[in-house]
């Protein structure tokens, strides 16, 4: 009977995390990258083709980190592709006199198995209080933040399925 239930308990766990939403990023609408470590370099090291491209993709690892992280509380099987029009990541260089705080406008659809779009649009999220708590690491705390708080407010209004909607529709 213990086997039994252990096994049981085991299948649910397992299940329960192995189920998730996925994301894909594409970047090549976005060009900018010089704006996007302008503030976060000084003026020497801002013409510095290398420090740019190794920043072009350590923001486009993170942010794809971010988003797998963010759509996990998406049902299996559920897809949100994006499209990075622009963005500005928040300036947190001490040299800096200019603030900028984190902004990024994207194109989205989001698709269920079938590759049938569930919802699509554009937004343009930015935040200029810079909360920056999210629950997982992240070189970009703020603008992990501002994407989390836009996916959950998707889900509040119904716009994007969560994993419970999704096992209380397949359990029917």
Same mark, same amino acid.
């Given at each position: 009977?213990?086997?039994?239930?252990?096994?049981? $308990?085991?299948?649910?766990?397992?299940?329960?995390?192995? %189920?998730? !939403?996925?994301?894909?990023?594409?970047?090549?609408?976005?060009?900018?990258?010089?704006?996007?470590?302008?503030?976060? $370099?000084?003026?020497?090291?801002?013409?510095?083709? =290398?420090?740019?491209?190794?920043?072009?993709?350590?923001?486009?690892?993170?942010?794809?980190?971010?988003?797998?992280?963010?759509?996990?509380? %998406?049902?299996?099987?559920?897809?949100?592709?994006?499209?990075?029009? @622009?963005?500005?990541?928040?300036?947190?260089?001490?040299?800096?006199?200019? $603030?900028?705080?984190?902004?990024?406008?994207?194109?989205?659809?989001?698709?269920?198995?079938?590759?049938?779009?569930? =919802?699509?649009?554009?937004?343009? $999220?930015? @935040?200029?209080?810079?909360? !920056?708590?999210?629950?997982?690491?992240?070189?970009?705390?703020?603008? =992990?933040?501002?994407?989390?708080?836009?996916?959950?407010?998707?889900?509040?209004?119904?716009?994007?399925?969560?994993?419970?909607?999704?096992?209380?529709?397949?359990?029917?």
């Amino acid at each position: 009977m213990k086997k039994i239930i252990g096994s049981s $308990l085991f299948l649910i766990l397992v299940s329960g995390t192995a %189920l998730a !939403g996925e994301a894909n990023i594409n970047w090549s609408k976005f060009n900018n990258w010089e704006r996007v470590v302008q503030g976060r $370099l000084n003026d020497d090291s801002f013409n510095d083709r =290398a420090l740019i491209e190794r920043s072009r993709e350590t923001v486009t690892k993170e942010f794809t980190y971010i988003f797998s992280r963010l759509t996990n509380d %998406l049902p299996d099987g559920v897809k949100l592709e994006i499209d990075v029009l @622009d963005l500005a990541l928040k300036n947190n260089s001490d040299s800096s006199t200019e $603030l900028y705080w984190p902004r990024f406008n994207f194109t989205y659809n989001l698709k269920n198995a079938k590759g049938e779009i569930l =919802a699509s649009g554009s937004e343009q $999220l930015k @935040d200029m209080v810079m909360r !920056g708590n999210v629950m997982f690491q992240t070189v970009y705390p703020a603008e =992990a933040r501002m994407i989390q708080d836009w996916l959950k407010s998707q889900q509040v209004a119904g716009n994007f399925p969560t994993k419970q909607e999704r096992m209380i529709v397949s359990s029917n």
